[in-house]
């Protein structure tokens, strides 16, 4: 498949381990958020997402926070499989007259080692 | 989730040619959106496209270069016109799921402009 990791950061992880993936959004007047994974060859998969009226949610495996102080959200994954090995995106709305229209952090690629 | 299928998935181009990618989900939806991911970069939004008007345009984007069509609830085409090797990317459509702003996204088409 098509690598789409060529500038992107780099996160490495043993088997088992957990993962947290971090991400710096831009606008303070976001009020809705997402994580992407990113395979090579295919479109980004839907993780999770958060409101900006919570500051932690929960899912399987995953736990996303938030903290609208410093804008900063990150991604965290217990027990990484090498099946997580991906690009993962966080993905910012500030809905609106922008409803719908996500602003897309960098990136991050998880690489996992058995 | 809303499945969404793109065609082609992949295709090569001579510069100066034009080419019209197809987006095909298998559920009525409002919104979709299509978004261009350069190599080794992340998601940018391109335009918005809703059923009965014209497609709206994110900042550097212009209708002639991209012209979008949305004939109906479940099916959009992207041009991508005129095209030299700065185009080349992988295009993605995407589309709304609900009023928690969910996007799912379709698997992309490859395109490689020589």
């Known amino acids: 498949g098509e690598s789409v990791g060529l500038h992107l950061p780099t996160l490495s992880v043993q088997e088992g381990d957990n993962s947290i993936i971090n991400c710096a959004y831009s606008n303070s007047a976001s009020d809705y958020f997402i994580w992407y994974k990113q395979e090579s060859g295919k479109g980004p998969q839907f993780i999770i997402d958060?409101?900006?009226?919570?500051d932690k949610r929960q899912g399987q495996r995953v736990t996303v926070l938030l903290n609208k102080t410093v804008k900063h959200l990150s991604l965290q994954i217990a027990a990484t499989q090498p099946g997580d090995s991906a690009v993962y995106f966080c993905?910012?709305?500030?809905?609106?007259?922008?409803?719908?229209?996500?602003?897309f952090g960098q990136g991050t690629i998880l690489t996992v080692h058995p | 989730s809303a499945v969404i299928s793109q065609k082609p998935s992949r295709d090569i181009c001579q510069r100066g040619t034009s080419l019209t990618i197809q987006c095909q989900v298998d559920?009525?939806?409002?919104?979709m959106f299509w978004y261009r991911q350069q190599p080794g970069q992340s998601l940018t939004l391109i335009a918005t496209a809703n059923q009965g008007s014209e497609a709206t345009y994110e900042s550097g984007f212009v209708i002639d270069k991209f012209p979008i069509s949305r004939p109906n609830l479940t099916f959009s085409t992207l041009t991508v016109s005129n095209m030299s090797p700065e185009d080349s990317s992988i295009y993605l459509c995407?589309?709304?799921?609900?009023?928690?702003?969910?996007?799912?996204f379709g698997p992309g088409t490859r395109l490689t402009v020589t």
């Open positions: 559920s009525q939806v409002t919104m």
């Open positions: 993905a910012e709305n500030i809905g609106g007259t922008s409803y719908g229209k996500l602003t």
């Open positions: 995407s589309v709304d799921q609900g009023p928690a702003f969910e996007q799912y």
């Open positions: 958060i409101r900006s009226n919570m």
